[in-house]
Nanobody
Framework: QVHLTESGGGLVQAGESLRLSCAAS??????MGWYRQTPGKQRELVAA????????NYADSVKGRFTISRDSAKNTVYLQMNSLKPEDTAVYYC????????????????WGQGTQVTVSS
């Protein structure tokens, strides 16, 4: 059975950093990524990465501030978030799939339970 276990969320002040982690168990995925969602809005892609090549994609709003990385041996993906802004406040969801385009489109099959990130001004 597949499980995605997220950790690392919390409350920080604007300008500070957080690192989210997502450990996958039960399968080896070709790609993983992070989405975020705020009340009343659609879930949006934050960043995604392929397992084999490390190819990445980022939302324009986080480019230059967030970095996604993976540890294939641990089947884990990380999201380093620097220079956080109040508008980054959201529930962040880890996702995984065997098809990278499904990660990018939000159609991936596996999702974590979400972790809250709150950035105060």
């Amino acid at each position: 059975q597949v499980h995605l276990t997220e950790s690392g969320g919390g409350l920080v002040q604007a300008g500070e950093s957080l690192r989210l982690s997502c450990a996958a168990s039960g399968s080896i995925f070709s790609a993983m990524g992070w989405y975020r969602q705020t009340p009343g809005k659609q879930r949006e892609l934050v960043a995604a990465i392929t397992r084999a090549t490390g190819w990445t994609n980022y939302a324009d709003s986080v480019k230059g501030r967030f970095t996604i990385s993976r540890d294939s041996a641990k089947n884990t993906v990380y999201l380093q978030m620097n220079s956080l802004k109040p508008e980054d406040t959201a529930v962040y969801y880890c996702t995984a799939d065997y098809v990278y385009n499904d990660i990018l489109s939000g159609r991936s099959d596996y999702w974590g339970q979400g972790t809250q990130v709150t950035v105060s001004s």
